[in-house]
């Protein structure tokens, strides 16, 4: 089958064949039909995570936002069977360590990294394997198609998870959301449909014209201004800063604005990952987070148990994530793909439709 490998960190994905996977006994095969391209697929394509040991090795397969139909099934798999349309989370769980069974399954202790670990390759590949189906392969709605269910992929999961599990988001709350990739207007989508209130913050016009559509109620254009500016911006807006302030970007200086834009006892929530400039580390106010009460809480993907809960706001309609995808490509335009994140030259979702 063929596949997007990544042979040197920095240097294009080699599209390339390789052997197609066999189901192990707990485990199925898809048939890929559509994948999320995720700015955490360049981060692994850049090299980053060394400063937390988890650096993608050469030969890894990468992506991992995938959606496809069963076409192989392990003996020892009961919930999921030929034939079925599937959906599957990046952090896969095992299912039964104490994670597992207390609904924590993103953070399993035996977990896996789909398309980030030898153990888990991933799904820029016409097939790809899920260890543990019975626990997370999701089955598809009926009438959502492969295309928007990879757009829904991390990125959807992971900001209903941030606002809803971490950042205790209600109707009528301020929501402040630095960073308007991916991860970033999912998350002023999802907050829209939880009826919060939106404020987003971007340096590109284009980036914030789409929050806009999506739900946002203000937009700050953060391009040329210093952190003081951002955030006063902010906490004017949201009448003495956000309720819940998101850094869907991570670096320094959005995180620390993310910060600084909560009001007294907000939550920030850390969804973006460090590039090699932060290496894992930013220096945060401290003393004004004790003073003000202020909870710095982090967010990674969604528990597969919780897949329910993000399918009934796509069943009713109230989240559309294809109005996020801004363009579909083949498995031969990953490597570019790739490339254009590191000046942010994408804007919205782009999706692999094409095998």
Known sequence: ?????????????EITDVEPPDPAPHGVVV?????GVCRSDWHAWQGHGEWVGETVADGQILGHEPAGRVVAVGDRVGRVAEGDRVAVPFNLGDGSCPQCLSGHGNVCEDGLALGFQREAQGAFAEQVHVPDADYNAMQLPDGVSARDMAALGCRFMTAFHALTARGDVGAGDWVAVHGCGGVGLSTVHIADALGARVVAVDIRDAALDLATELGADAVVNADG?????????VRGTTDGGAHVSVDALGV??????SVFSLRRRG???QVGLTTDEERGEVSLPVERMAMMEADFKGARGMPPTRYDELLRLLESGEIDPGRLVHREVSLADVPERLAAMTEYETTGVEVVTEF
């Open 1 to 13: 089958m063929r596949a997007a490998v990544l042979r040197e960190h920095g240097e294009p994905l």
């Open 267 to 269: 939550t920030h929530v």
């Open 31 to 35: 048939d890929v039909e559509a994948c």
């Open 252 to 257: 320094a200086e959005t995180c620390r604005n």
């Open 225 to 233: 201004k210093d952190g003081r500016a951002v955030t006063g911006a």
